[in-house]
């Protein structure tokens, strides 16, 4: 059309450069920043701060990287050897323990001269906390491997003795030589437990001065904490039981009859008739150590000692009560207090005035130590009887208990002299086959197994040599009812029926807490017993045996002092409350019968709060004698432990607040 000029549309709405346009644009961006790149090159202060990068990013590689990475790899290697020496030790073999134990502190001054590499990290704020600390626990672990390397080189000459392996000192002769001279031998390496706790002391010093709490509590922070925490428990644990320990240790000789003979009472308690020690005292011996080597002067039934004290004192109230044919208190019924140093000083103050002969301590030992010691020692023979483990039909239980039941307890035409003298011809036959065989053979395991049963209270000691009892009680091998910090919890009972019913009945212990906002907790005790099992034919006058019969259970549960009563179920006589051994008590009386069941539940309020989001530490102490009973423990519907209580056991509980 005439008059207007033609518009092109497209052109006009896509104001858009194109692409070609783009591209010179950020050429152009480009050779800017590479012209002010040039700039700051050609600059004084941009060659300083290039300069200063440099020598940075090398400082990093060459001053932090490469030595971290130095001291990572030979930790690593420090670890991998000191699992190797631990492993070594586990399987008792205390040659291969030397030598890797050896080859981990070589490591470990390795990684000491890496660390030192970066020492300039200390004198730099922020960085030199966390040098410091591992600069520390570096010290710690070295310590710590010289402590083992002495203890390890210190038991390596009696290897052979001990039955562990390696090549020891005393390799000829018999048995009881190779004994009498480890004994004799012994006070010349017994300063080295002095050594051993300066080096501990050192470590527990080194790793006081690492503060946890400077990690966080997450990621790998939170593992450092939980290692640093573990550490400063160990060397606590360590310095604490070697200085507690130290004196039986020195003294370890002379209790072994170097250079004078010791004599000591082995008392036998049958838990298949639990009493408040582990059972009831049924038999005893006494043994003499001769430099180590033990022998066996009498043995003999607890009723004939018994016979042999004159004006005996009236029973205390509990065998008024539960024992009413018994009125006078008998050297078999003494040990009617928890802990078992209390009741041996009991049990002394009558066997003085009895016929039996002067001694230096007390061993008592039940039913599950010689079963355990037969597991591997195979069939014993005494007074011509063989004895086995095999599991007997008549009783559910290994053939060994029933026929030390049949001996002491089956009716006979007649009298029966030293009825349950048979305990301690066994307990020597048991000795007389483990001595005569070759160490390698049998002394290793029995070894072990002795500290394993110590520590489930079926070995107990209280020897009148105080550092030696001081050393007994570091190892809790004496039976104390302990003093602790937090809740606590022992369960103590005792079969006041006279039939083995304990063979027979299980028990379960469920505790749960309740904690209010304010602190306050209040706790539920229950104790399920079940005896599944038909009753014995308990007719005396038909010569039956009576094995499983009712349970006359006299129970006590010890708690903090200061804990309230505020119910209870189950017992068949009122629950008293009483103060006793610094803990609060709770008594009372129940009975399970054959094919039957009980259930006992105490509720109680503690005499103390817990502080907000705190763990509450809570201390379980096994009773000499009892088996693995279960234990739960509950808070707020949540299950927070189970277990078999074979040890005492300490755990911290943590609830939901």
């Known amino acids: 059309m005439e008059g207007f000029e033609k518009i092109d549309l497209d052109s006009n709405l896509d104001s858009t450069p194109p692409s070609s346009e783009i591209r010179k644009g950020e050429v152009r961006q480009m050779a800017h920043k590479r012209n002010w790149f040039k700039r700051l090159l050609a600059s004084k202060s941009g060659k300083v701060l290039i300069v200063l990068i440099l020598v940075f990013v090398l400082f990093a590689v060459f001053g932090v990287a490469l030595p971290a990475r130095a001291v990572y790899k030979s930790t690593q ?7 190797i020496a631990a492993d070594a030790l586990k399987k008792q073999n205390v040659e291969l323990a030397s030598v890797e134990l050896i080859k981990a502190k070589e490591n470990l001054d390795i990684t000491q001269k890496d660390l030192s590499k970066m020492g300039y990290l200390a004198f730099i704020p922020f960085v030199n906390a966390y040098y410091n600390d591992a600069d520390h626990l570096i010290k710690a672990g070295s310590y710590g491997l010289d402590a083992s390397i002495i203890m390890v080189d210190s038991v390596k000459p009696y290897a052979d003795v001990l039955g562990l392996k390696g090549q020891g000192s005393f390799v000829s002769g018999s048995a009881e030589n190779r004994i009498q001279t480890a004994v004799t031998t012994m006070g010349k390496i017994t300063p080295k437990i002095d050594e051993i706790a300066v080096k501990l002391s050192k470590a527990k010093e080194e790793v006081d001065n690492v503060d946890p709490n ?78 180590g080597v033990v022998n066996v002067d009498t043995s003999s039934d607890i009723y004939t000692l018994d016979a042999t004290v004159s004006n005996k004192p009236v029973a205390p109230k509990p065998l008024l009560q539960y024992l009413p044919k018994v009125p006078n208190l008998n050297l078999r019924d003494t ?69 030390l039941e049949v001996f002491s307890d089956q009716p006979v035409q007649g009298t029966r002299e030293n009825r349950k003298g048979i305990i301690g011809d066994l307990m020597y036959a048991i000795m007389n086959k483990a001595f005569s065989s070759s160490p390698k053979l049998y002394w290793g395991p029995l070894f072990q197994e002795m500290l394993k049963q110590t520590a489930q209270k079926h070995i107990l000691f209280y020897s009148y040599n105080t550092d030696a009892q001081l050393g007994f009680e570091a190892l809790n091998a004496s039976g104390r009812i302990m003093q602790t910090q937090g809740d606590y919890f022992h369960i103590n009972e005792a079969n006041f029926g006279g039939a083995k019913s304990n063979m027979f009945v299980s028990e379960a212990v469920d505790q749960n807490y309740e904690v209010k906002s304010d602190g306050e907790i209040t706790k539920t005790v229950t104790v399920t017993y079940k005896n599944p099992y038909a009753p014995s034919d308990c007719n005396l006058e038909r010569g039956n045996l009576c094995l499983n019969a009712v349970l006359r259970n006299w129970f006590r549960v010890y708690v903090p ?77 949540r299950n927070l432990e189970k277990f078999d209580l074979l040890t005492d056991k300490e755990v911290k509980l943590s609830f939901p607040r």
Do not use: H, W
């Open 77 to 83: 290697k420090t670890i991998a050897q000191a699992k």
């Open 214 to 291: 400077r990690y966080p509590s997450f990621l790998v922070g939170k593992k450092i904490r939980e290692n640093i925490d573990t550490a400063r428990q160990l060397t606590d644990q360590g310095v604490t039981f070697v200085d507690e320990a130290r004196p039986l240790i020195k003294v370890l000789p002379e209790i072994l009859g170097e250079p004078k003979e010791k004599k000591y009472l082995v008392l036998f308690q049958n838990d298949k008739e639990l009493r408040p020690t582990g059972g009831f005292l049924t038999a005893y011996s006494i043994f003499r150590f001769d430099r």
């Open 335 to 403: 040990n009617l207090s928890p802990d078992f140093v209390v009741s041996m000083e009991e049990f002394n103050k009558l066997y003085k005035k009895s016929s039996g002969s002067k001694v230096d301590g007390i061993i008592a030992v039940d039913t599950q130590a010689l079963v355990s010691a037969m597991n591997i020692l195979g069939d014993v023979e005494a007074s011509g009887t063989k004895f086995t483990t095999k599991i007997d039909p008549r009783c559910d239980c290994p053939q060994v208990i029933y026929m």
């Open 561 to 637: 002092k200061g804990s309230q009563l505020i119910d209870s179920l189950g017992s068949e006589v009122k629950v008293t409350s009483y103060d006793e051994l610094d803990k609060t008590v709770f008594e009372g009386f129940l009975t399970v019968r054959p094919r039957g069941s009980a259930k006992l539940t105490l509720t109680y309020k503690l005499p103390f709060k817990l502080e907000k989001a705190s763990p509450l530490p809570l201390l379980i102490q096994k009773q000499p004698g009892t088996a693995g009973f279960t234990y739960t423990i509950t808070a707020g519907g």
